[in-house]
């Protein structure tokens, strides 16, 4: 076990990911370092974010500007609110529509423009907001993903897949994606090599994590380093993704996709007292008992966002972190 919290501030962390649940995390560890990297899935395709990649030929700006927002420091705040602000309609609106837009995207769309590259758009709007630590998009080109469900049904498209619009088992099984062997970014490989700790997850299984365990460079790179490597379930099961998962079904999914479970720790929350509200069609992520031998730790705790019960707790988490390096 580790020093507790204060044992953050001299560790490097790459985060792999980049949804909703990389937010949470990087929102707690950031309160104890800035040493940070992040690696963010370019296979998003759906709501705003897919709406600008389609209009503008961009990689997919939203979850990466979440995680920008979330890395902005203390002292600035104003300006995270200014790039999560989103305008009010649908999120799923035409293309060439600012309704349910988030001005941060946009704002993305524009640094490109300016300086002439995604890469350097980044550099530009990090250095604009007071943005801490480092922020990568997982592959230098766009990527697609398909899915193939629980009964053989092949899904193709981000956005398919999250809003479950197939037809069969409502499960999924694997997850691949098109180009099968993308570039990685500049500076993804030299983040991971300067990581004390390597974390997956949290977020969504086949959508966000996923999509970044299975680019053929990180994959090998996993599996061969010596760090420490920590993989975060999910506190609750996402409907059309992970419906009915357990934890052993989580690290089986990553075994079957990158043939081994290279991760040496497994965070799971064992809070359930919560109600999760039934028009989420939500249900929370299990540990149930198995049998058979493990070369990984299971760390359990409470781990619950009491004021939104499927999301995890930023300081539960990085608490929880700091305990296990």
């Known amino acids: ?96 529509q600012l309704a349910g837009q988030k001005l941060g995207n946009l704002m993305m769309v524009a640094a490109r423009d300016i300086t002439g590259s995604f890469s350097d758009g980044i550099a530009h709007l990090k250095e604009l907001f007071h943005v801490k630590g480092y922020i990568y998009p997982a592959t230098r080109e766009k990527v697609t993903i398909s899915a193939v469900t629980a009964d053989g049904v092949e899904v193709h498209g981000e956005e398919n897949i999250d809003l479950g619009k197939y037809n069969g088992s409502r499960t999924l099984r694997q997850v691949l994606l098109k180009p099968d062997n993308p570039q990685l970014s500049e500076g993804v490989i030299e983040a991971l090599e300067r990581a004390d700790v390597i974390i997956a997850g949290p977020g969504d299984l086949y959508t966000t994590v996923l999509p970044v365990l299975i680019i053929p460079q990180v994959k090998a790179y996993l599996k061969k380093s010596a760090q420490k490597k920590i993989f975060i379930t999910n506190v609750a099961n996402k409907p059309f993704e992970t419906t009915g998962y357990v934890v052993s079904d989580f690290i089986s999914a990553v075994t079957t996709h990158l043939g081994s479970f290279p991760f040496d720790t497994v965070i799971v929350n064992n809070r359930f007292d919560i109600p999760i509200p039934t028009a989420l069609s939500y249900t929370y992520v299990e540990n149930v008992k198995t049998t058979g031998m493990k070369d990984y730790a299971i760390v359990q705790t409470d781990l619950i966002d009491e004021a939104f019960s499927i999301y995890h707790d930023s300081d539960k988490l990085a608490t929880t972190i700091a305990n296990t390096i």
């Open 1 to 96: 076990m580790g020093t507790g919290i204060t044992s953050l501030a001299t560790k490097h962390f790459a985060c792999l990911g980049g949804g909703i649940g990389s937010v949470n995390l990087i929102k707690g560890l950031k309160r104890h370092t800035e040493n940070i990297s992040v690696v963010v899935s370019m296979a998003d395709e759906g709501g705003s974010a897919g709406r600008l990649r389609r209009l503008y030929d961009i990689h997919p700006p939203g979850d990466l500007v979440s995680c920008m927002s979330a890395l902005i420091d203390k002292e600035h705040q104003q300006f995270s609110e200014l790039l999560t602000y989103r305008f009010p309609g649908d999120r799923y609106a035409k293309d060439d």
